[in-house]
């Protein structure tokens, strides 16, 4: 079965540095469009940042130019790198796969910035 597991997640100073990770398994990674989603506190679920298969990015434009998403085919693995961070980033972050019937998602991992 699909399985997404989020990890890297934790309490960082405004101007800091993070890198999430995304293992997956149970489909075929390496043609997989992949995405990276967040939740604060009284808000919907947003998109971050998206990968293709070809490894082409697009962000959402508060995370433009500090976010970097990337993708390892040969370990199956989703990464975020997120530099300069805010307070305002502040959320659940979850990694995202969709094929053609159904949605999956991670359990997420929390990331605090302190100001």
């Known amino acids: 079965q699909v399985q997404l597991v989020e990890s890297g997640g934790g309490l960082v100073q405004a101007g800091g540095s993070l890198r999430l990770s995304c293992a997956t398994s149970?489909?075929?990674?390496?043609?997989?469009?992949m995405a990276w989603y967040r939740q604060a506190p009284g808000n919907n679920r947003e998109l971050v940042a998206r990968?293709?298969?070809?490894?082409?990015?697009n962000y959402v434009d508060s995370v433009k130019g500090r976010f970097t998403a990337s993708r390892d085919d040969a370990k199956n693995t989703l990464y975020l790198q997120m530099n300069s961070l805010k307070p305002e980033d502040t959320a659940v972050y979850y990694c995202?796969?969709?094929?053609?019937?159904?949605?999956?998602w991670g359990q997420g991992t929390q990331v605090t910035v302190s100001s």
């Open positions: 995202k796969y969709a094929s053609s019937f159904l949605t999956y």
């Open positions: 990968i293709s298969s070809a490894g082409s990015t």
């Open positions: 149970g489909f075929i990674f390496g043609t997989s469009t």
